[in-house]
């Protein structure tokens, strides 16, 4: 078993970033993890597959979003943060059992 982690540090621009995780072979996404540079930013983020369908969506969060609900991983995936207020730095993580 290895454990594979994505980072990525994006700033958003008019409410709007997005990271795209290096390609994963076949794996179970085990954490995501988005933390706003400043607690009190607030966000709406989902996740998207290679072929642009969603597989996660997470409403409003404030500061930071923790989930560790596991779903399989294979290919590339992307973060979306969308109504970023204000605009902020965002660090995100992934963490792939591979």
Same mark, same amino acid.
């Given at each position: 078993?290895? *454990?594979?982690?994505?980072?990525? %540090?994006?700033?958003?621009? =008019?409410?709007? +970033?997005?990271?795209?995780?290096?390609? $994963? /072979?076949?794996?179970?996404?085990?954490?995501?993890? *988005?933390?706003?540079?400043?607690? %009190?930013?607030?966000?709406? =983020?989902?996740? +998207?597959?290679?072929?642009?369908?969603? $597989? /996660?969506?997470?409403?409003?969060?404030?500061?930071?979003?923790?989930?560790?609900?596991?779903?399989?991983?294979?290919?590339?995936?992307?973060?979306?943060?969308?109504?970023?207020?204000?605009?902020?730095?965002?660090?995100?993580?992934?963490?792939?059992?591979?």
């Amino acid at each position: 078993m290895r *454990i594979y982690q994505h980072r990525a %540090t994006v700033t958003a621009v =008019s409410g709007t +970033t997005s990271s795209a995780s290096l390609r $994963v /072979a076949g794996g179970i996404c085990r954490q995501v993890l *988005i933390v706003a540079n400043t607690s %009190t930013t607030e966000f709406i =983020s989902y996740i +998207t597959d290679d072929d642009g369908m969603e $597989v /996660a969506r997470y409403p409003l969060q404030t500061g930071e979003l923790n989930d560790i609900t596991a779903f399989p991983m294979s290919g590339q995936y992307t973060v979306n943060i969308t109504n970023a207020s204000p605009d902020d730095t965002f660090k995100i993580y992934f963490g792939v059992e591979e």
